[in-house]
Structures are given as structure tokens and as C-alpha cells.
């Protein structure tokens, strides 16, 4: 029976409760909003099935395995794909491949309810729903099963998710099936780390009240105004009203308390368990952001193939991709490798988190908050960044 310390070493992959032969396991939410595993004790036989598909546990299991580290850089031609894409559009592009030959595509995607959940989709006019950054801890639910139904007829998945959730499907399949595996192809996000869905609750009903209107969209990478180098949080009303906020200082309030400031990530994003090249993971994607002009004017992503799988996968499906080292990734994106850093103050954030507390939510900042916040707005600080580098 899976049993550590889950408040901080547990992810919420759900790989547990999905490989679970008789339902001992649930996940329900803590009072910070996060999902753990709950056993109950009279239905486990004991098997170690949950053990074993479990991420934290098997973390070291995969190291030791062949690990590739070809990276390129890529810029999706298709305007209104990458318009619609956090970055560079690669899994967007990687999505349409597997799409267009009948494959499945699993993602996240937000629902009726503006709430972050993994979904399986087979058609092309899906696609839309798992492009963007979320920037919230999506609900696996019973994904993971229904991938392996889909393997188990022969059917091809491209699976998309944080790191902790790759190596959880990554597990789940070797483990029923390891001949399964050669027909999934798992890509990761370059993770900073999964924001409470509570505290997304909270703030969305911060914002309607604020706007007299219930929340209807929300893009948290807009690329609209000022293309990639300065994106909007792009909020839509349901009174038809939009709202456009900076997605970099002086930003919305979800993405300096969340992205930012840590104040609503959760405990095991601290000591993540599954940074790095691994070879349970094909393909590694995020933003590159030392470009963003000519071709990268509305984004690049950075690629990173683990495997010949993943390797395969991107050579055949993108074109145009331009050659970069893994050093030199690493070296502007330290969170393939690197774990975030837990704000001191994020339980005290989160145990008194309310929908008012939005407006105080400065006061868990750091000091020098007012101060950089002032020169961003007066344009000097980017000045003073060069001249005190």
C-alpha cells in the first residue's frame, strides 16, 4: 500500500488511483485544494500495483537507461495555430500529425466550467481545447484508463501533461503492458509548477465580482496585442466584456501570485521528482523566449527528444526546425532541470484563502514588490536590469 509523506512529496498524478484492481483508492482534495490519494484499507488486497506506478517512488528507475538530449528550436507556421499556442506551436503541430492519421490526442483542456482536466480527443475540430497554458493543476480522472483501452486495440496516443504526469502514464502502461508503450508517444511540459484549483476557484469568482460577470474564457499567454514578447492575460465575460492584463510584471493577479510569487503551487513542486532527461519521457517542449522576432515573433517552442521515439516523432512531424544545443536550452530554461522554489508564505496564503483576499493578496509579496512594480510601469527597470548586470 502506497504510504509516504503525500503533503510533500506527492504530485496528484492519479497513477495510483488509476491502477487500482479493486477502488481502494480516491482522490479528494485537501483544504488548499489539492488532490492526494485516500486509501480505504478495508477494500486493498495489498497488491503493490500502487507502489509501483507511483512517480515519487520509482524515480530512480529510469536514470540509468540510454537518454538523448537532441534539441531544436521551432515556429509553427500556421498563424492561427500559433496565435492560439502558449509558444511555438510544436505540440499543436505534433497534435495535428497524429490527428490527420487517426490517432488520439490527450491534453488539457478547460471545461464548461473554466476547470483544468486531462481529455482524449480524435478530431481536428478539438484541437483548439488543449492549446494554451492552463497554469492550474488539471484532474486527471480516469485518463490513464482509457489511453490503455485505446493501446490495448491498437490504437496510437500522443499523451501531453507535467512531468509527474508522463512518468505516471509512462508507468501505468509498462506496467500492464510493456508492448503497449511503442504505440504511445509522451510529451511533457516544461513545468514550473501546478497552482491550486481552489485558488483558481477563489479568483475566478474574485474577478466576476470585481466585473459584474461571470468568467467565460480566460487566455493566460494572449498574443493579440503585442505579439510574444509581451503577452495578455486575455479574461472574457460573459456580458460580452474583455479584460487584457500583462502576462509579465505588472501582471494579473493569478499570474504573479501563481507563476510569480509561488503563493498557490503545490508542496512537491518544491522537490519535483521528475525533472530532467528521463527516459520514461519521448519528448520535452516548452517556451524560448530569447527570441522574439522575425520567425519567433509570435513564439518559439524548445524541443528536447529523450528517446529515438520522441526523436523520430518530431523529425517526421516538423519542419523547418532549427538546430540548438541541450546546453544552451538548459542554460534559459533551468526548470527542465530545476525545481521551483516554495514561497514561505504559501500556507499561510492558502489556509486563508478567500475571494476578498485577492485584493490584500500584495501582502505575501516580497518587500521589493512596490518597488520593481514602480519601475516597470515607469519603463526604467528592464534599463537598470542591463546596467546592473
Known sequence: MINFDFDKYCCGCAACYNICPVQAISMQCDETGFLFPHIDIEKCIDCGLCERVCPHITKQDFQADKVLNDSWLYSSKDKDGIMKSSSGGAFYEMAK????????????????????????????????KLQGSKYVQSNIGKVYKEIINLLKENRKVLFSGTPCQAIAINNLVLKINKNFRKNL???????????????????????????GSKLKEVNFRDKSQEGYKKSYCKYVYEDGSTTY???????????????????????????????????????????????YKGDGKYGTSCITACTDTGKNYVINNLKDLKSISYTEILKYNSLIEKSTKINKNRNNFLNNLSVDGWDLVERYYPKKYKLKKFLVECGLYDILKKFYK
Not at 253 to 262: F, G, L, R
Open 185 to 211: 508517444t509522451i510529451v511533457a511540459l516544461i513545468c514550473h509548477g501546478v497552482a491550486s484549483p481552489k485558488a483558481w476557484e477563489t479568483h475566478k469568482t474574485y474577478l466576476a465580482k470585481k466585473n
Open 97 to 128: 500529425a497524429a490527428l490527420k492519421t487517426g490517432d488520439y490526442v490527450c491534453g488539457c483542456c478547460w471545461n464548461n466550467n473554466l476547470q483544468a482536466e486531462h481529455i482524449i480527443i480524435n478530431d481536428m475540430d478539438d484541437l483548439y
Open 245 to 291: 492584463l500583462p502576462t509579465f510584471l505588472p501582471s494579473s493577479k493569478w499570474m504573479e501570485a501563481s507563476i510569480v510569487y509561488n503563493l498557490t503551487t503545490r508542496n512537491s513542486c518544491g522537490q519535483c521528482d521528475c525533472k530532467g532527461l528521463t527516459a520514461a519521457i519521448d519528448i520535452i517542449i516548452g517556451d524560448w523566449y530569447a527570441i
